[in-house]
């Protein structure tokens, strides 16, 4: 199921597609999701850029650039529609999106045909997430569990903690766990990309030669996450907010408070987009529950990751 985030959402199904057919999965269907997030535009966001200044990760917002695109960079902004075939190292896909049923309304079937069972995984925008719920007032409660790559909580939790922390969206989904800046913890080396390839299949070659070692792991922590919890060697959950420690100056635990969260979406904010903290006697109506994760156990991540990859399954 794919959205717009880091480029159209037409792009990244074909993705999708392409690298489901590497390991012989295309077994598993694809199905288009949002073209467009319920609030934002290209324009939109480019203007508020304007007045706000840049963001360092645009993702399908940035402006066109026809020459980026001919080497091989996935379409921003333009026409939402059209596909850029230099971008496909995976190889470009045979196989067609699934149009059967929408991304939304895909997920809305299986929590009622499977209550309780279907773990939920986003690695990027929240728009098919979003729809489902408004679709179908029962659809986060018959969900098992939502697990997301989310963002950071910027220098505004100081008013709360004197630390980083992370949370997320409001919704009634029996857990949400949320990967944040845990995400940065294990950073991707040379070594263990020429590790990963002493087994060699298509999945190794494509993560060895085009992974890199700029970027930590951040979207495999969430979804490695999901499969097994244990990963997690730290999270913090709180009954009505997220309980967060006071700090002395000396750093030693002095008391408890509860944090309160929302997420900014104004569109005239600096913050929009943000996630934003309160204390309980500032804090609005509607917080919940989440559970945060502190810290992972990196060497089983990476082991995680490898075995995936040298054992991949297959639909034979």
Known sequence: MRNTANSWQRQCAYHALANLEVGNLSCIPVYAGATYPLINTPERFQAWESVHGKLPWEGAFALENATAEALGNDPTSGDPNRIVKPAFIEGFPTTKINHSTSA??????????????????SAGALTNVALAVRMDSDFASLAKELVIMGGYVDVNMYQVT?????????????????????????????EYLDEVYTVKNEYTKLFHDHYGTEFPFWDETAAALMVDRSLATNTTTGKWGVWVPHCSTDGDITNWSVAY????????????????????????????????????????????????????????
């Open 104 to 121: 939304a309304n895909f997920m809305v079937e299986m929590v009622h045909k499977y209550p309780h069972q279907v773990s939920i995984y």
């Open 162 to 190: 004197g630390d980083y922390l992370q949370a997320d969206i409001n919704s009634d989904f029996p857990e949400i766990v949320i990967a944040g800046n845990v995400a940065n913890q294990v950073q991707s080396t040379q």
């Open 261 to 316: 969260i929302d997420v900014d979406i104004s569109y005239g904010s600096p913050n929009y987009g943000n996630i934003h903290v309160y204390q309980a006697m500032l804090k609005p109506p509607g917080v919940r529950n989440i559970t945060y994760v502190n810290r992972i156990d990196g060497a089983k991540l990476k082991d995680m990751m490898k075995q995936a990859m040298w054992k991949p399954p297959t639909c034979s």
